[in-house]
Structures are given as C-alpha cells and as structure tokens.
C-alpha cells in the first residue's frame, strides 16, 4: 500500500469438543411403596429420581494471530494475540418435572510470551502448553437455569422457570502489582412463573357433563389416567349445582396468571484477585453483593467506583370469555413496579398498574381490567341482512395509571384512559362485487401530574374507509402466438380521518374543569380518495389525491392538496 512496504501474517486455530448423551433409564423409584396413600400415593410411587445426567459437553479453542507489518518510513508494528477459550456445559434432569442446567464459558490469552523485539512470526503455542497455564484470564461468564413443570394439577397446569447469566471481566491489569488488577462484574436473573387454570378442567373431576360420558370407548381408554383420579359425585342436589357451576365456566377459556421477577446487579473496578471472587449467591442472582460482607473495590488505581441494581416485579392475569356464540370478549389486569438504585444518583421507584382513572386529576378512578370485546355476525340481524354478507361491531378499553418516586419522594403521577375504538365496526356487503366497510371512533385522554400542576390531553379521533374492487378483464386470440390477456381489475378506495386535539393545563390545585386554562386546540381533516388499476400482470398504478385541512390555535387554518399517481412494472429475470 501507500503506506506499508511489506507485511506478514500467520493465523493458527484449532478446537476440540467432546460429548456425551446418558440413558433416560438411569433413574430410581423411590417411592413407590407409597402407591397405598389416598390422593397422592400413585403420584409418589411414579416419581423418578434420575442419578446420571441428560448431557454433558465441553470444548476449547485456541486461536494465535502474529502480523507484522513493516511501513515505508521504516517502522515495524507487531500485532500479536494467543486466545483460549474453555467451555463447560451439563444438563440435568433430577425428576420428569425438574430440569436444571449449567455452562461455563472462560477466555484467556497468553499475549505477554510474545516477543517484541521479534521480527519473526513464529507461533508461541507450544510456549503457553509448557507453562501449565490457563493464562491471563480476562472473560468469564457463568449460566443456569432450573425448569419446573409439575404434571399432578392439570387443571391448573402450573410452570415455574429460574434463569440467571453471571459475567466477570477484566477491566484493569495491572502488570507490576498484579494483587491490585480490577473487574467489572455483573448477573441478571429472572424468575418467571405461571398458571394457566381451567375453571372447567376443575369442575370435572366431580362432575361430567352428558355429553362427555358418551363418549367413545376408545377415547375413554385414551383418558383413562385422567380419569381414574375423578371423584364424581353422584347426590341429584350436589350434581344440579355442579351442572350449572360448569355451565358458567365453560364460559371462560383458561385463565392465565403470571409473575415474573428480575433482578439486575453490576460492580465496577473490583478487585479481582480469585480470594475476591464473586461467591455463588450472588453469580446466581439470589444476592446483590459480590462478596459475603462488603463490597472490595480497587480505590488505588485511579478508577471510579459504581454499582447499579434494578429490581422489576411484573404481575399480569387475563382470560377469554364467550358471553354469547357471538360476542367474545376478552379481559386483562396488570401490576408492575420498578425500583433502581445506583451510585451515581439517588434510587428511583416506578409503579405502574391498570386503572380507570377519574376526577381532575385522575385519583378519583379506580382499579379495573382492561377489556376488549367483539361482537360479530350482526349481518343475521333484520334489515342487515338483506344488505351485508359480514358485520361485527368492536369496542376496547385500555387504561393505566404510573408513579414515580425519587428517594422516596413521589416525583410525577398520570393516568390514561383510551377507549380505541369506543366503537367501531366493520362490514362486507352481500352483492355480486361487495364493498368493505371499516370504522372507528377513539377517545383518549391522558392526565400527568407533578407537585400542585395538571396537564390534561384529550384526543378524538373518528376514521373510515371504503373499498370496493371490480375483477374483469378481455382475451384477445392471436393466430399462431399465445392468447394475450387484458385484465381490466379496478380498486376504489376512500379514506376519511378527522383529529382534534385538546391540551388543558393548571399550575394550582382546581376543583372544577371549568377552571383549567386551554393551553393548545388543534383539529384536523383529512380525505384520501384512490384509484387503483391492473393493466397486466405485469403493469400497475393507481391515482390518488389528498385533501387536507388543519387548523390551530396558534397558527390558524391551512390546507394542503396533494395529487398523484404510481406505476409499477414487475420485471422476471
């Protein structure tokens, strides 16, 4: 090149890998001359304790890269590294329920055998085998994870999952006092947990309605586990009640219920002497110090010192329910937090859970689901019918409320409240080229607070559109060549969207909205008409014009008028 007159280079690499599969029959019974208990004995007489692995697997790599490179001034520049790269990893099914796993990642070099002075590319391989040495240890990262899915409660099909990823680096060497080299560490762990509970699943263990017990032979021999653990009831009063017990919660799809926790922890500027390693609690999330008392931090090398931990809580349940065959509904609920404290500011906390809010401020709601509701097959209704070939009608809430604290102290608070749509539908006509149907009505609003202030958002919002679409076309025969096909398919769109926008605010405490000052109103109108059309196969375009009108408090009334059209040729290689 311009600037180097000669360079060279030599890479080596080669790993090794080794794996082994164990038996999914080396396990032990030991419970089973429990199978005598009531309830639980064939549960514990089937349970398997497993006493060899599922798998185990380990692999190192090394890898030495030697350039050197001679510029044109005369200056030789070396480039030199020697990587080893170990992994360990094991899986273990201690029961048919319990499934734990661990692996184990360590990256090293060996860059301190080369030799300057050198200007040779000679390999250091055999020089790193002879010193018996991992070498200068530089990344480890550590990973576990416990699996936890019980079979004993179908109905309410439980499932537990823990998994955490440790890693440690090396942030500062220090050659000539390697006693004070420092680390940067860090692990997050999440637990998640669920149910999935079937209030119907529930009610049959004691009661089976008509239709399931004639089922056919074969099929009861294909549930006959789950059966043998039934305990149906046989008195008319009790069985009356189950019947309509299970009548309503066949209403319900399964209710699905979870809870997830995550923890963040990470030190700068450790030391990272091994009699300073991070103990087991903490690489596995269950602690957020390194070490069993305090914290070691390097404070001689000149490095800031920081931590950060952030703790999240996350709890959510939702569910289908079938009020009718035709409307359908479904609800959901959550509740998370959020707290984070760190060295460089004060701790923080976040809480945020669904809610209706109400009032000026918002504080006058009151904690609810969320829903979203559909109702369909409105086309069979009189007058409908003779018009419509599908119509159905749409309607969701989704409202929120938040918090957030600084050392404590509550910083800002705000809600939301948004029906989209509060109501909308969508419908297909029944004649021979039907037209498609979509509205929406949507009414938002959203309130924030800090100290004695209040600013309220509201949004409306009503769109539509209308498309209609003519398939046609003509062939024109050619003696002697291919038919040739004219297609003749016309799309007809129209789009309509009206916003208005309306932002009230107060910096002392009001008691009635006619007190608020309107600090922004903004509407706007908008009418898309389009018009696409099918040449060919090959050749399309559509025309469409734009008509826009905006108005605000500020800047007034503006319209905006846009026409054109598109083309597009396919092209087959």
């Known amino acids: 090149t311009a600037t180097i007159e000669k360079e060279l280079a030599r890479d080596i690499s080669f790993s090794t890998g080794y794996g082994y599969n164990f038996s999914d029959s080396n396990f032990l019974l030991p419970f089973k001359f429990f199978n005598f208990l009531p309830v639980i004995g064939k549960q514990l007489a089937e349970t398997r304790i497993y006493w060899t692995p599922e798998k185990f697997t ?34 273990y099914r201690f029961t048919k329920n319990i499934k734990l796993s661990y692996a184990k990642d360590i990256n090293s070099n060996f860059d301190d055998l080369f030799n300057d002075d050198s200007e040779s590319i000679n390999s250091y391989i055999l020089e790193a085998a002879q010193t018996l040495s991992p070498g200068l240890i ?55 947990s669920s149910l999935s509970f079937s209030p119907s699943d529930l009610i049959e263990i004691y009661y089976k309605p008509e239709t399931k017990n004639k089922k056919s032979g074969r099929s009861r021999n ?47 500027n450790i030391l990272a002497d091994d009699v300073y390693y991070p103990d087991l609690m903490y690489r596995l999330g269950l602690t957020g110090d390194p070490h069993h008392d305090d914290i070691i931090f390097n404070n001689v090398n000149n490095v800031v010192n920081s931590f950060y931990h952030q703790y999240f809580n996350d709890f959510r349940i939702s569910t289908n329910v079938s009020l009718t065959k035709k409307i359908q509904a479904s609800i959901d609920y959550k509740n998370n937090n959020t707290l984070t404290t760190q060295s460089s500011s004060d701790p923080t906390f976040n809480i945020s859970k669904t809610y209706f809010p109400s009032g000026i401020r918002g504080d006058e709601g009151f904690p609810i689901f969320n829903w979203n509701i559909n109702w369909g ?59 498609n149907l979509r509205t929406n009505f949507i009414r938002n609003l959203y ?12 949004t409306t919002q009503l769109n539509g559109r209308i498309e209609f679409n003519r398939t046609g076309g003509l062939k024109i025969p050619i003696f002697f060549f291919k038919d040739i096909n004219i297609q003749n398919d016309i799309n007809f769109g129209f789009d309509i969207a009206y916003d208005k926008s309306e932002t009230l605010m107060t910096s002392v405490l009001i008691s009635d909205f006619d007190q608020f000052n309107q600090q922004d109103l903004s509407t706007s109108l908008s009418l898309k008409p389009k018009i696409g059309y099918s040449f060919t196969e090959y050749i399309t375009g559509d025309v469409y014009f734009n008509y826009i009108v905006t108005e605000n408090k500020t800047t007034g009334e503006r319209t905006e008028q846009d026409f054109g059209f598109n083309v597009r040729i396919k092209i087959k290689g």
């Not at 699996?147 to 999952?161: G, R, Y």
């Not at 039934?230 to 009548?247: G, V």
């Open 377 to 435: 097959g409105l086309e069979k209704l009189p007058i409908l019918n003779n018009i419509f070939r599908t119509f159905s009608v749409q309607h969701t809430f989704n409202g929120e409320t938040n918090e957030s604290y600084k050392d404590s102290e509550i910083q800002s608070w705000g809600y939301s409240r948004n029906f989209s749509p509060l109501v909308g539908f969508t419908a297909k006509t029944s004649n021979k080229n039907p037209i």
């Open 222 to 268: 294909r549930r006959k586990t789950e059966t043998e653990n039934n305990k149906e009831i046989q008195n008319p009063a009790l069985k009356s009640i189950f019947k309509y017990l299970y009548n309503v919660s066949d209403l319900f799809s399964k209710i699905n219920i979870s809870y997830t926790y995550k923890i963040k922890n990470s030190h700068s």
């Open 138 to 192: 530089k990344k480890k990262s550590e990973a576990f994870a416990l699996n936890f899915n019980p079979d004993f409660a179908k109905w309410l099909n439980p499932s537990m999952k823990y998994a955490s990823a440790y890693g440690w680096q090396l942030s500062n060497n220090q050659v000539d006092s390697p006693e004070l080299n420092a680390a940067n560490v860090g692990t997050e762990a999440t637990l998640n």
């Open 58 to 91: 380990t692999s190192i790599n090394v890898s030495e890269h030697n350039q050197i490179s001679k510029q044109r001034t005369g200056i030789t520049t070396p480039n030199y590294s020697l990587n080893l790269d170990r992994r360990y990893s094991i899986h």
């Open 447 to 458: 309130i924030s607070n800090s100290g004695s202030s209040t600013e309220q958002k509201h």
